[in-house]
């Protein structure tokens, strides 16, 4: 065996491994703007909406802005390439996903089903699985993205990233199940995962509680922890603030 | 896959309460109802409106399309609803859950559009009940937004119950826009003429601009809703008769609603110069309040002579509560449809309408149901839009399946030339 061909060979065989190792030092490519918006173009018709207007520099990694009035109805994306290379979004397939779940949520646009209790939640594990499963059926590899949401924190807008790997990996569980070259059908998918949500509404909402019971203590707990700000550098404006009430 | 999914309502009667939530999964193989059962036995059935189950036994029913069928209710009117989704291939257990989702999703409108019938007609008592239903949006972090206009708040919003809510602030914007017309004592009059001079611009303009802005940040802070509080709220209240009894009897009881109707409809004819309509033929429908006078236009052709064959039996039997048999009535129905539409539409299309009402053959020979619900839709439809503008319920102007007009008589006025024409035409 070539070792170029053993390299695609092992390249292949990480595809779907999503560890630390594999994640940020395997396989990398340089994103450029071209590629994304050649991207952007090609998933747009998949989904079957119009182009969204992209722009870079922004201080997320990838945002959408949805239509702010109803003169201006265009839905913008803002991508900041650094930064979705720093969290591990570092060559062309990942970034794919990444725009997967992001026209995932403008494809929803709109759409609550109200079965979890916070909708945020609901939307996000909706972009997981479209996500998730869209790019099997593309052959495309998404071992990085579930490792990055799966060590996603639980906050407002998004969930734990245990549940969001659970949805993503159902995700491909049911396109690995469609039959070889079928065509994307996203009704099926939706129907597929509007199963896999009520079947799992009960843990969700587990999740969610606990979330709210985190918040809530960690605003109840009385411990105040003492900052030793002398370790800070002069420039440190809480040190400079600490100093000067002091004086 | 699911290719149409419809929510029809169905005669209570015919339904008794044991049935309700059974899915019959029509055509599913044995794999996918083992498949449903398991689903149904890990869903959260506290979050759903029913506690659904399936039925594996009469799953082959051959008078039915391949689908999934379930009778369901409005958990506050308790209206029957039968619900249907046609599958154009295998029925599969990811059918099911987009069948379930798809019908609470409407049943949850419906709950929706009856909190909004309370809100309108009465205010004061959805305002004490607003507390628990609407939340405002700071103190809310799972909440669905409804940014509603300004334009919408003036019929369906709790329009009135955000003005009693918010009294200091609609107090100072009022007086800014009316100046002393606006007073403490009526806020909900004042609150309604502020969105009028809004909607229609009547005013300085600087000071509407600035009026609109502070409503509609006042009414997106109010009308943050979480459809799963309401839901929830109207389930938690689902024991207590006596709330409903009132609910249903204050705001949603056509006959209750139809002491309180202000509107008229006039039923002229044609201005000899005005141009001719498919539609509408040679009578004109017109609704007025407080003199101001507005054309009521139904889409379809039959919705015309339908509503004028029930207003003229209204007129001449106003106590009759039964809807009106048409397969008994069809000569006179055809005799009033060749005089709305003399010489505007053939005289043959009135048998094939009138065939297509009751029920429908596609090309390869199977029946289906007629059009008459399209055409009570398109009544409703129009009603509802003209009546929101008008700050007023539609429910006693209009006829279901079940029943009949129950607006006074004195509010229908046939126009003195073809008044006699009119009335004397007869229904049984």
């Not at chain 1, 990085?144 to 659970?166: C, D, L, S």
């Not at chain 2, 209710?73 to 029957?80: H, P, R």
């Not at chain 2, 009414?219 to 943050?224: A, E, H, R, V």
Request: proline share 2%; glycine share 4%; hydrophobic share 35%.
């Amino acid at each position: 065996m070539y070792s170029s061909d053993f390299a695609t060979f092992m390249k292949w065989q990480r595809r779907e491994c999503a560890n630390i190792f594999n994640v940020f030092f395997q396989d990398t490519n340089i994103i450029t703007e071209e590629c994304i918006q050649k991207e952007l173009v090609f998933l747009s018709d998949l989904f079957g909406l119009s182009t969204p207007d992209i722009s870079f520099g922004s201080d997320a990694p990838l945002q959408v802005e949805l239509p702010s009035s109803s003169k201006d109805s265009t839905t913008r994306i803002k991508c900041n390439i650094c930064k979705l290379q720093e969290c591990g979004f570092n060559n062309k397939e990942a970034v794919v996903a990444c725009l997967c779940h992001e026209l995932s949520h403008i494809y929803s646009l709109g759409q609550s089903y109200g079965y979890c209790e916070n909708e945020h939640w609901e939307a996000e594990l909706y972009a997981d699985f479209m996500a998730s499963a869209i790019m099997t059926m593309l052959n495309a590899a998404g071992g990085k993205y579930r490792y990055i949401i799966g060590n996603g924190i639980a906050t407002r807008t998004h969930p734990y990233g245990e549940i969001r790997q659970r949805f993503a990996m159902a995700g491909r569980k049911f396109a690995l199940s469609m039959s070889k070259g079928a065509t994307i059908n996203l009704e099926d998918i939706e129907g597929e995962y509007l199963l896999f949500l009520l079947t799992n509404t009960k843990e969700i909402n587990t999740y969610l509680q606990e979330h709210k019971s985190e918040i809530n203590h960690a605003f109840d707990s009385n411990e105040s922890l003492e900052i030793d700000y002398m370790k800070y550098q002069d420039t440190n404006l809480i040190k400079q603030y600490l100093l000067k009430q002091k004086i | 896959m699911i290719n149409k999914f419809k929510l029809i309502n169905h005669p209570v009667s015919y339904t008794s309460n044991e049935k309700i939530g059974v899915i019959h999964a029509v055509g599913a193989e044995q794999s996918a109802v083992k498949q449903m059962k398991e689903a149904l036995s890990l869903m959260d059935s506290s979050k759903m409106l029913f506690p659904y189950r399936i039925n594996a036994e009469d799953n082959n029913l051959e008078d039915f399309n391949r689908g999934l069928y379930v009778y369901v209710t409005n958990i506050l009117t308790k209206e029957v609803y039968l619900a249907k989704a046609i599958c154009d291939d295998k029925v599969l257990a990811s059918d099911m859950a987009k069948f379930i989702v798809s019908i609470e999703i409407d049943l949850k409108r419906l709950l929706a559009h009856n909190i909004r019938c309370l809100a309108v007609n009465s205010p004061e008592l959805c305002s004490k009940l607003l507390t628990s239903i609407y939340v405002p949006r700071q103190n809310d972090d799972i909440c669905i937004e409804h940014d509603y206009s300004t334009q919408t708040a003036l019929g369906v919003v709790p329009a009135s119950s955000i003005a009693l809510e918010n009294s200091n602030e609609f107090l100072l914007v009022s007086k800014l826009v009316l100046g002393d017309e606006a007073s403490e004592d009526n806020l909900i009059e004042n609150f309604i003429s502020l969105c009028n001079a809004i909607y229609n611009k009547d005013g300085d303009p600087e000071k509407l601009k600035m009026a609109e802005k502070i409503v509609e940040k006042l009414l997106k802070n109010m009308c943050s809703t979480s459809e799963a509080k309401m839901v929830n709220f109207v389930r938690e209240r689902s024991e207590d008769r006596m709330f409903f009894k009132n609910f249903v009897y204050e705001c949603l009881d056509p006959e209750q609603l139809a002491t309180k109707a202000q509107v008229t409809i006039y039923v002229k004819k044609k201005m000899k110069d005005e141009a001719v309509s498919k539609n509408q033929g040679h009578y004109r429908f017109f609704t007025e309040k407080g003199g101001v006078h507005k054309p009521l236009k139904f889409g379809r052709e039959l919705s015309n002579v339908y509503m004028l064959m029930y207003l003229i039996d209204h007129v001449k039997q106003p106590n009759r509560k039964q809807p009106i048999n048409l397969k008994v009535n069809i000569e006179e129905f055809k005799r009033l449809y060749y005089d709305l539409f003399n010489g505007i539409r053939d005289a043959k299309d009135i048998n094939h309408i009138v065939k297509e009402y009751f029920h429908r053959q596609d090309k390869s020979g199977n029946f289906r149901s007629g059009r008459k619900s399209e055409y009570l839709d398109a009544i409703r439809k129009t009603m509802q839009e003209q009546f929101e503008e008008y700050n007023e319920s539609y429910l006693p102007y209009i006829m279901t399946g079940s029943t009949h007009l129950h607006v006074p008589i004195d509010k229908i006025v046939f126009e003195d030339d073809i008044k006699e024409a009119l009335l004397g035409y007869n229904f049984i």
